[in-house]
């Protein structure tokens, strides 16, 4: 089979978007740095799978993220996809000027509900990079970008443990009442489990945040991205972040592996009769051609079972 039955459930979303995070999440883990052609064609044909939100890259310190250091390069080669969102990581206002100049239409902040991930990852403390990010957010939002707010280490934290729910609500509430136009609460680590994820959704619902602005990030670490993934969409969340073959993690967290496979989800939801838009023959077919540039096999189970099929 190359396409699933499809079987539609009741009450689930008629349509979901997938952000893609795979050329920004996936790369900036891989040992090697990618040359910067090979990504713009990795996101060119991401776009002609059908994926109509793909992050780029980031302008963060190229210290920090070396893989990811050619996004003054790599922006412009992007400049030609007519209708597809190009959201971009911008850590500071240095990062939103670089990204600006550039032309980025969407930015994305990066928070963290766990103070040694906010330490490690952007050397501050929680409050110290909500600090960061004010005057971000601000100036993006004059400049009419959309602006997401990413929420780290929502579900667990390699050095903190369990991590409160309260706690993430708090963070998530500051980047909401910043003037963040969308929230994506990541599973940095993949340790959530699909109650889990209904509780939280839950919580920030009682607090005021709707359901309609959340994203979910899940990373497949323990096998449990896709099982959240269904719990979020029963729970009526519509935007589903995932990472074409399966690349990705995080290079500040220990034991972060790779995020939900975007083809792993999008079999899934044409099985529930979801439209995503996304071709996933070609999908494949693009995350087959990246493996081979990273000289690995994709992770993803669905990749493997179709290209095995293939040959
Ligand atoms: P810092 O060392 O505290 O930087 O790092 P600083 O503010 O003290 O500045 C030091 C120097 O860096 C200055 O230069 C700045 O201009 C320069 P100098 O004046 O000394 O010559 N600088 C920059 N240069 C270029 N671009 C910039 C920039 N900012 C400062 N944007 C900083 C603080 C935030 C910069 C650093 O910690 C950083 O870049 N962190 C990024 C880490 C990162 O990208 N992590 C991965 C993304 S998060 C993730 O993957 C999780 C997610 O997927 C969701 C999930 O799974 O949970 C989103
Ligand atoms: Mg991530």
């Not at 995070?21 to 713009?40: F, M, Y």
């Not at 990811?68 to 850590?91: H, I, M, N, T």
């Not at 993949?190 to 619902?205: I, M």
Request: aromatic share 4%; with cysteine; net charge negative.
């Amino acid at each position: 089979m190359t396409l699933p039955m499809v079987v539609p459930a009741q009450d689930l979303p008629a349509r979901v978007r997938i952000h893609e995070v795979g050329a920004r999440d996936g790369l900036q883990n891989e040992k090697s740095v990618v040359p910067t052609e090979v990504k713009a064609e990795f996101v060119h044909r991401l776009a002609a799978a059908g994926l109509t939100t793909i992050e780029a890259t980031s302008f963060v310190h190229p210290k920090w993220v070396p893989q990811l250091a050619d996004a003054e390069a790599l922006f412009p080669l992007l400049g030609d996809l007519d209708g597809v969102a190009l959201p971009v990581l911008v850590p500071n206002e240095r990062g939103l000027d670089r990204a600006l100049a550039l032309g980025a239409r969407r930015i994305a902040v990066f928070a963290s509900a766990t103070e040694s991930f906010a330490k490690a990852n952007l050397n501050r403390t929680v409050d110290e990079s909500l600090a960061m990010f004010e005057p971000v957010v601000t100036r993006a939002k004059e400049r009419k970008a959309h602006v997401r707010g990413y929420l780290s280490m929502c579900f667990g934290d390699p050095w903190e443990g369990a991590v409160p729910v309260h706690q993430v609500v708090r963070v998530a509430k500051a980047l909401v009442d910043m003037g963040c136009d969308e929230l994506s609460l990541g599973d940095t680590i993949g340790v959530a489990t699909p109650a889990h994820v209904q509780t939280l959704l839950a919580e920030l619902n009682e607090e005021g945040v709707p359901t309609s602005s959340i994203g979910v990030h899940f990373h497949d670490t323990y096998g449990q991205a896709l099982s959240n993934t269904l719990a979020a969409l029963q729970h009526g969340v519509s935007t589903v972040d995932a990472s074409a073959g399966g690349l990705g993690g995080c290079p500040y967290a220990k034991s972060a592996t790779g995020n939900l496979a975007t083809e792993d989800l999008v079999w899934m939801l044409q099985g529930l009769g979801i439209d995503t838009g996304v071709d996933l023959g070609l999908l494949t077919a693009t995350s087959v051609w990246m493996a081979g540039r990273l000289g690995r096999p994709s992770p993803s189970r669905t990749v493997r079972a179709l290209s095995h099929q293939e040959s």
